[in-house]
Each structure stands twice: as structure tokens, then as C-alpha cells.
């Protein structure tokens, strides 16, 4: 299996090269050039490891298989706690995949937990010994999730830069308290999209890599603009479908649909990944919040990035350039002369707008939506008091989205994140007064609900604060040379 950037520039790469550069040449994605089938018969009855070392080791054809299947093995075991793509039924045809019982509570674990592993042998079987310095931008979960991968280890530095006062407060103590020689973490002093941004310019700033380079470090990504971010998602929507058919849910074979909070695309993306791999997926709901980019350009074929930014109770989906968007139109239009430049419309003007060929190929797997704190906080307090089930202020938007884009098919919301990561949002929405400090609002939030907050989360209180600096996203190109 080879891989090719989305522009053009690039191609012929392995998957080793794809994972351990991050971003290609000519600052477009990699992406493979063609798709893997999966033997579904084959993978229907694997445990969560036994599948993802079929769906991973089927893109990373250069890898080792006994390395891939040690390191699946040894990723989604204890670390998930026997809850490795664990579904669960709200009510009929309506099923919550609950990615958060990892160790950072966020779905990012998923690949965050397994991408370590394959940067350093992905080093290894390019015979690379150089210092990577992993540069991360966050709306909040990416951040804590790629530093509990990479913190200690060897031939590693990572810096993580997040959004000032754009991210839950639990999401800011997740990577402030975060303990390794090797980690770095900035507020940057703008939104989510200033510090993709700043972290792209430095990615293509050939000043940069040259005096990196003469100190024997190169430059990589966590990002999910990085292929080693999301092939490992891919997995659990096999996994879902496997579980939902076994139970009843549907028959064999039959579609299911999926409802995905997102701001970057990449979660959702992994889906319709599956979907070419030959998995029946049905529709592919992309659920927006108030910052609805996306919904617009499913529904008009027009990207435009030219509005307010607002600052949401689902924060990590707080963003205006979603970078895996990218991938999506190299796959459905086939040109990657077409995807340059409509990502140079992108950066020189804010905008811009398909054909109708590439949007039709894009409508046919996709149908979008978008919600409001209001109608989100709705949505919380509907499913715990109709359904009994709890849920965050980010799953809680695809939760309301799902309703206006129903089938026959059975409908599954990915629910990307711990409750009490938001717990004064969801306090709230269930009614209930909001104490000022998030741990006091978990204890709350347990007291009503009956549901423990992780300790994961909980914990944070006793943590020493390490990082407090707030830089200007100029500042990231200064970071990133340090």
C-alpha cells in the first residue's frame, strides 16, 4: 500500500514515510491510493484487537504484522478497560458508541494510544534516528490524549498548543498537570483555527526545517491531518456493525448509519473509510454546532470560512477550517489539480465552492446538521430523563442532529468525550445550580445523576500545574525552534 498527497506533489510514499512525516511536501495530506477489501466474514467475530490489527496492518503494508499485532494487542487492552468500542442502546434504533473510556476519556484515545507505537517503528523501518518533535494544535482533547502517548518517550519531544481560554477547564488541567521531560504545552492567544494555522506555516517554513535539521530534529504531527491519526479509527465502525448485527439490531449485511460530532472531519472521515473498504455503511450524518462550516458546504458545495467564530459549550468542535475536508475531496473528485486549488482559495480568499459533480459524489455518503448550546442542553436533559443515558455537550449536538436525519437503518451517535469533562454544561442543562469549580459540578453531577466522574478526570485537582504560558500564534514558529 502506497500513499500520495492530496496536491499532487507526492507519491509513491509507504505508510512508514506518510506516518513519521505528518504533513507531506507540498503541505497537502497523505492519503493511500487505493483501498484495501476487508474480508468481513472473516473479521465479524475478532475481538477489538484481533480487528484492528486486520484493518491497520491491511493500510500499513510495511509494517511488520507480529509488531502490529503485539502493539493492537497491547493498546487496546487494560488501557480501555474491557470497553473498546462499547455500544450502547438508548432506546430503539438509536445506539451510542461511547468512545471515551480510555485514559483521557476522549474518542482520540483510539489512535492516540497506538500512533506512539507505530511513529517509532515507523522510525525504525526507515532506519531513521533523528530527534521528531511532534508539534500538536487542540480544541481541547487532541492535546491530552497525544501527550499521555508520547510523554517519556525516547527520540521524542512534543509540543502542544491549545486555544486560550477556548477549552473546558478540565481539558486545559488535562495538559497543564501533564508530567515528562519531553512535553511542552502553550496557550495560544486566538481560537482553535489560529493554532492550526500557526502549526501549518511552521510545518511548511523550509527556515525552519533546515535549523532543525542541523540539530539532528525533524519535525512530525499528532494532528489528524497525520495518517497515523486515522487509520486506527477506522476500526471500531467495523466494530460497530459487527456488534449491532450480532445483537439484532439489523440483519447481516444491512446498512447502518452513524451520526458524528465534528470540526475537523477526520472521526467522520474514518467511517466512510470503512465504507470503501467494503463495510455496508449507511448514511454519514456530520454533525455541527454553532460554527456550522461543514453543514453549509455538505448542503451548497461552498466552504467558507468568512464568518463569526463562536465559542461553544462542545469546544472541541469550535472551528472554521477543517483540515481532513481535504482528503475527502482528493477521494470524491479524483484531482488532486482540483483539491490544490480550491486549498488555495481556501488560504488566500476564506472560500470555496465545488462542482456539482464532486458535491453530488459527496451528498451521496454524507447528510449533515447543526445544533445550539440551547438545543444541545435540550438534548442532554431529554436523553437522561427520557432515556436515561448521560451524555457531553459534544455528543449531545450529533444526538439532536440525529433526529432530522434518521432512516430505517439503525442510527448510531459516536459519543466522543466523558460528561464530566463539560460538567458544569451538563449541571446545567439538567436544570441543576453549577457550582464555579469543575470538580465541585462533578461531585454535583454524580449526586443527581448516580454516574461516577473517571478517576482519570477527578484526579486533576491534586496535580501540580506545570505549563502557564500564553503565547501570541506568531509565537508558534518561535515555539516550534526552542
Known sequence: MEYQS??????????SEAIVRGLAPDSGLYVPQSFPQAD????????????????VGSFLTDYDPAFLAQATAATYGDAFAGKA???????DGLYAL????????????????????????????????ETTRILVATSGDTGKAALAGYAGLE?????????????????????ATQQGDNVHVYAVDGNFDDAQTGVKKVFADADVAAALEKRGIRLSSANSINWGRLVPQIVYYFYTCFRLAEKGAMAWGEPVDFCVPTGNFGDILAGYYAKRMGL??????????????LTDFIRTGTYDARREFHKTASPSMDILISSNLERLLYHVSGSTEKVASWMKDLSTQGHYTVDAQTLAAIQESFACGCAD???????IRDRFEQDGYLCDTHTAVAFRVAEDCRSTAPMVVLSTASPFKFPRDVLRALGAEAPESDFD???????????????????????????????APAAIREAALR
Open 280 to 293: 455496508p455503511v449507511g448514511r454519514l450524518v456530520c454533525a455541527s454546532n454553532e460554527n456550522n462550516v
Open 85 to 91: 468500542g462499547h455500544v450502547e442502546k438508548v432506546r
Open 373 to 379: 448550546d440551547e438545543q444541545g442542553a435540550k438534548e
Open 441 to 471: 459540578s462533578m461531585q454535583a453531577l454524580t449526586a443527581k445523576t448516580g454516574c461516577a466522574a473517571p478517576a482519570a478526570l477527578s484526579s486533576l485537582r491534586d496535580l501540580p500545574v506545570r505549563f502557564t504560558e500564553v503565547i
Open 98 to 129: 461511547e468512545l471515551w473510556h480510555g485514559p483521557t476519556c476522549a474518542f482520540k484515545d483510539y489512535a492516540l494510544q497506538l500512533m506512539p507505537k507505530l511513529l517509532l517503528q515507523g522510525k525504525k523501518n526507515l532506519n531513521r534516528t
Open 155 to 175: 527520540g521524542i519531544e512534543i509540543s502542544v498548543f491549545y486555544p486560550n481560554a477556548g477549552t473546558s477547564e478540565i481539558q486545559r488541567l488535562q495538559m
Open 40 to 55: 468481513l466474514q472473516a473479521w465479524k467475530g475478532l475481538s477489538y484487537p484481533q480487528l484492528a490489527d486486520k484493518v
Open 6 to 15: 492530496t496536491r499532487g506533489g507526492v507519491s509513491g510514499v509507504s505508510a
